[in-house]
Every structure is written in C-alpha cells, then in structure tokens.
C-alpha cells in the first residue's frame, strides 16, 4: 500500500480551547467493502471499524508522545499523528463505499496523567499523604484573595490562618487578587476548584514553578484543551511567590505540616476502608494519594488518574482526594478519640467510595432517571448536583459510609457518626430523605448479610420507587 503524505485543512474552529485540536482531512477515501482495518504505533493489535455501524464511526485511544494512527482504506493508508499530547485530537475522516458515505472521526483522546512504568511499580497498592508547596500557593493565595475572606468554606479560626494573614499581609495589593474578584458568586464553586486543584500539578523547580512529569489536569469543564484559572494565572501566581518569598514561608511551616499530616494518619484507617469497599463491590482499585491543606473547610473532591501497566498489560489506577486537615474535628474538645477517627473518616469515605458506587449506578441509569427527578429528594439546599444520577448516587456514597462505620465501630460511636452523617445531609445539604434512604440501606444489609453492597441496588431502587 502507498503510504500517503496528508494535508490536513482544519476547520475554521481549529483551536476550540487549549491546545485542543479538531480538524477535517480534505481528502475522500474509497474502500469496496465497509469494513476498513486500522492500528497503532505502540499496540502491535490490529482493529475492524464496521462502517455500516453508527456506534463504530467514531474509534480511538489517548493521546501518548509519538503515537501514530494508521488506517488502511482500500488502496491507501491514512496515517495521523498524535502530536498535540497531552490535549485531544479530533480528526474527520470521509469514507466512500459502494453503500454508503461514512464521516469516521478518528480520535486522541486527552491525557490527564502520564504515569511512568516506575511510578506505578513504586506506588501499586500504597496509600500517600502530602501538602505539595504550589498546592498551598494556591491554597493561600484563595484564602487571602477577597472572594476567599468572604468565603465560608476555608478553615480561618486557625493559628496557621493567622500567620497567613500576618505574613503576606504586606502583598495584599498584588494584581493576582483582582483577577479572583468573582462577578457572579454562583461562578464560586467552579472558580474555586479550578484554581486549588490544578495548583496541584505544577511544582517548583528551584524557584520557578513548572509543570510536574506526572498529572496534567485535576479539574474543569476542559478535558480536551485543559484550560483552567490556575494556569491561566500563573504568571501572576510566580510573581507572587516570587515577590513574597512564598518558599521561606512553606519552608518555616514544614514541622507544622508534617505534625499536620501524621495526625490525618492517625485518623484515617483508609486501607480499612479499601479492602472493605472491595468487599462489597466487584471493583478494584491501585493507589490513593491525599492531598490537604490547613486552609481548606468542608470543600473537598477527588480526581481518578489511569496509567497503562506494561508489566501485565492492564490499567493502572489512582484515586486522589483533595481534603481538610484534622482540625476539622481536633478543635472540638468534647469528641473521643473515635468519634473523631469515625468523623474525619467521612470526609475521605465519601470519596473513595464514588469509585466504587458509581460504576454500579450506571448499570441503572433508567431507573434512577425515573425515580430520583422527583423533588421529594432534596430541596433547595442543594444547588450543586442537579441531575438524578448524582442526587442518587449522594445517597448511596453516604450511605455505604454509614455501614462501614456500623461494621467497624462500636454502637455507641457508630449510632454518634451514622446520626450526624444523618443531620448533615438533611439540614445542611438538602437531601431531605437520607435517614428514610439510610434506615432502609441499614435494614437491607442486616437482613440479608450475605449479600454484598452491590448486589443491594436492585432491592434499594424498589424501595425508593415507592416514596415518589
């Protein structure tokens, strides 16, 4: 076959965000039968796309450096470069046959991390904790900015807080705060995250911050492009640190992190969790990473990250949380030692166990579609998941919480956890039938205990189909 040369014309929207590439190939392929065969550099398998198939029209991999896609088409063989990594290609191909006129749109998916063969080696079933530095640039930076004093989800009644406020108190005037001036406060939650999460893939090298070798995006509506307000900030955020000396301070805090993080190790028993979750659900996992910060409140998230395993050609994966530190619950004087572990365990439970909730929830998306759109769920208090697969799927993360800590606490500490895990989603986040859901999951379990958590969904979506 000739190896064609390829010019591409790209749409008039080349450059839809980031370095997010869409294009359309000028030429018209021809092909006597309808189904074509294609490749990849680095895969030595070779793929059928069935023309005559709309869920087939669209074949593709994630982007990797120097990695070509070769389709071969009747007489010729189109070949695409995937040389835009880490960001998204898409790339419209028209195929002709005897039956019909096919656009393929042969695609790069983006890369949100680059896992190294070595890093996987060295962090296959371990669960790590840090305060990255750009991480609590980041962190700082928000808390002092006006949006952040105003905000009422950062940790402030806090010693470190203050020898924030006292430290970079001279540089409150730097044009990095103006650009964190939010118009709409309903932009916060968004704005918010993108600037504290994305902090988290960049690192200082000597006292410049680059880019890190391992993660390129953790939060955003961009997964192609990766555009985000961190990194479109970081010019000013370098000059930050730069005219701050951001370093010395980090550097004067270091005992105080470090102190900071083995209390979280205290209080958080995540293996437990881990091989409990994989106890009751048919899913594996491969890491965890924490990463907190003294400044964070109640905001709290988690990023999952793939990696290709080449030692047994499978996938590598890796849950990272982003969360509060101990004084959510060191600072109130009246809890036991496990009430706090039980409470603090909360915070990293309910998003460890998306991992494994979620996946299960999809297998029933028509009949949580049906059931979980009704306003008997939540109420106005909720204004973040507004969808019924979320607002389900909320329930059911908390809920498997609140039969581990059943399992593994004492009555007396468990009925404390279980009833203010309880009170918070009701009166504080708007699911107003959590104990009704709570109570029927609690019954399910010890009626049936057997029966693994996934294997409860189709008796918990019986029961919810009668409280519309």
């Known amino acids: 076959m000739k190896l064609l040369k390829i010019l591409f014309f790209l749409l008039s929207m080349n450059s839809v965000s980031g ?3 869409e294009e359309k190939i000028s030429k018209v392929y021809y092909s006597d039968v ?12 070779l793929f059928e796309l069935d023309l005559s198939k709309n869920d087939t029209i669209s074949p593709g991999t994630n982007s990797s450096k120097g990695i070509i896609m070769y389709a071969f088409i009747g007489k010729d063989t189109l070949s695409i470069k995937g040389d835009n990594y880490p960001f998204a290609r898409r790339s ?7 039956k019909r006129t096919t656009v393929v749109v042969f695609r790069f998916n983006s890369s949100a991390s680059n896992f190294s063969q070595d890093y996987i080696n060295a962090n296959q079933g371990t669960v790590s904790f840090d305060l ?8 700082v930076i928000w808390a002092l900015s006006p949006t952040g004093k105003e905000a009422t989800n950062l940790q402030k009644d806090t010693q470190y807080y203050k020898e924030v406020e006292n430290y970079f108190k001279p540089y409150l005037d730097h044009p990095v ?5 939010l118009e709409n406060q309903n932009d916060y939650s968004q704005k918010y995250f993108q600037f504290r999460e994305n902090s988290f893939i960049y690192e200082f090298k ?5 880019k890190g070798a391992t993660y390129n995006y953790a939060f955003g509506a961009d997964w192609e492009g990766f555009t985000n307000l961190f990194t479109d900030l970081l010019p000013l955020v370098q000059d930050f640190s730069d005219r701050t000396n951001f370093r010395t301070f980090y550097k004067k805090h270091k005992k105080y992190y470090s102190n900071d993080l083995k209390r979280l190790q205290e209080l958080l028993p995540i293996k437990n969790m881990w091989h409990w979750l994989e106890n ?9 990473k924490i990463i907190f910060s003294p400044l964070i409140g109640g905001s709290h998230s988690t990023q999952k990250y793939y990696g290709k395993d080449t030692t047994n050609d499978s996938w590598f994966s890796e849950s990272v949380m982003f969360i509060c530190d101990a004084n959510r619950y060191d600072s109130n004087k009246e809890l036991t030692e496990k009430q706090k572990e039980g409470l603090m365990s909360g915070v990293v439970f309910t998003e460890i166990d998306h991992n494994y909730v ?18 008997v769920w939540s109420d106005e208090q909720n204004g973040f998941y507004n969808n019924p697969q979320s607002v389900f799927n909320e329930y059911m993360t908390h809920s498997v919480f609140c039969l581990w800590v059943a399992e593994n606490y004492d009555k007396e500490t468990s009925d404390y956890v279980i009833n203010e895990r309880v009170k918070m989603n009701v009166a504080r986040r708007g699911f107003i039938k959590f104990k009704e859901f709570n109570d029927q999951m609690i019954q399910l379990k010890n009626e049936t205990p057997t029966k693994t958590v996934a294997e409860l969904y189709p008796q918990i979506i019986e029961w919810a189909k009668l409280q519309r």
């Open 358 to 375: 979620n996946p299960i929830s999809n297998n029933y998306k028509k009949e949580i579609a049906e059931i979980f759109n009704a306003k």
């Open 206 to 210: 000597g006292s410049k911050i680059v």
């Open 177 to 181: 705060f103006k650009k964190l001036i």
């Open 92 to 98: 419209y191909v028209t195929i002709k046959t005897p």
């Open 34 to 45: 309808d189904t074509i065969t294609y490749k990849y550099s680095s895969y030595p398998n």
């Open 132 to 139: 990255p530095e750009v991480y609590e640039l980041a962190n």
């Open 280 to 288: 009751e659900f048919p899913i594996k996992q491969n890491a965890y």
């Open 19 to 21: 370095q997010y590439v």
